[in-house]
């Protein structure tokens, strides 16, 4: 049995409990959480996690610690847990922007400590999640790690001085994908066209344009040419985006986000 505390049990603590329990692991898996809302814990009860009260009973209780709180607070996360760190315990941090030399420095200097940033699709097992490891990890501690969030959906091995430039590809960017799918939907209702349909037409051409992409073999440039009659409407469009600059807009949006994680790092 392996013994996995989370310390915060918001959006991806939750996601992440719920995926390690209705997947195939669940049944190998002891899960306990602690929350300072208590109600988010007692929500994953049926879930088969166990409640704590501290980060200290996390601490006993656990080989793998899930720190899922938000970086502006890990600090303070960090001393609490600092005493009941052992050279045994496997840390793994989700917070954006933080670095495994900082949970090493505030926990103890040997601290194995493995990286990961996740998206919420993972909710689904649609996820898709980097990992980077310190070099106290062992191969079969990294192991257990991977494999969960390949059963929660895709995960790809990284760098971990990459740990901050990734968030915009995976963990931040459901976000952006969400307001552009909001653009065409609010485009169809502006023309009278049923937001359901359009909704279910256009998240449809998203999956089927990221199959295309994953599967068909042929190049993104290719793939546009594909879609781009001679004269026809999707030039029409495509040259507004062109002129709108939309892949610098998009490089100045993931550049932000990077910026923005080295700012919360420490
Ligand atoms: N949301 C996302 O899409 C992604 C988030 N991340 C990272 O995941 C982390 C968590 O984000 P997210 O789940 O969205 O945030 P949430 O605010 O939903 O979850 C954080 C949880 O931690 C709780 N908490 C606060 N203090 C403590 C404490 N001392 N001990 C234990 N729990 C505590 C919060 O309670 P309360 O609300 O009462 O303060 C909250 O329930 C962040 O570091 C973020 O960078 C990474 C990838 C994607
Ligand atoms: O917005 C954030 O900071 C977190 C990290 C990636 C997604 N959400």
Known sequence: MVNIGFIGAGNMGTAIMKGISTSSLGKDVKLSAFDPSTEKVKALEEYGVTPCSSEKEIMENSKYVF????????EGVLEAISAYTTKDTVIISIAAGIGDEFIAKKTIPDAKVILVMPNTPLLLGEGASALSRNDKVSDEEFDVVLNIFRICGKAAVIPKDKMKEIIAINGSSPAFIYLFAKGFIDYAASVGIDSKAAEELFTQSLIGSAKMITDSGNTIDDLIKMVSSPGGTTLAGLERLYEGNLTDVVKNCCES???????LSK
Not at 257 to 263: M, N, V
């Open 67 to 74: 720190l899922a709180v938000k970086p502006q607070i890990i």
């Open 257 to 263: 986000c990077t910026k923005r994680a080295y700012e």
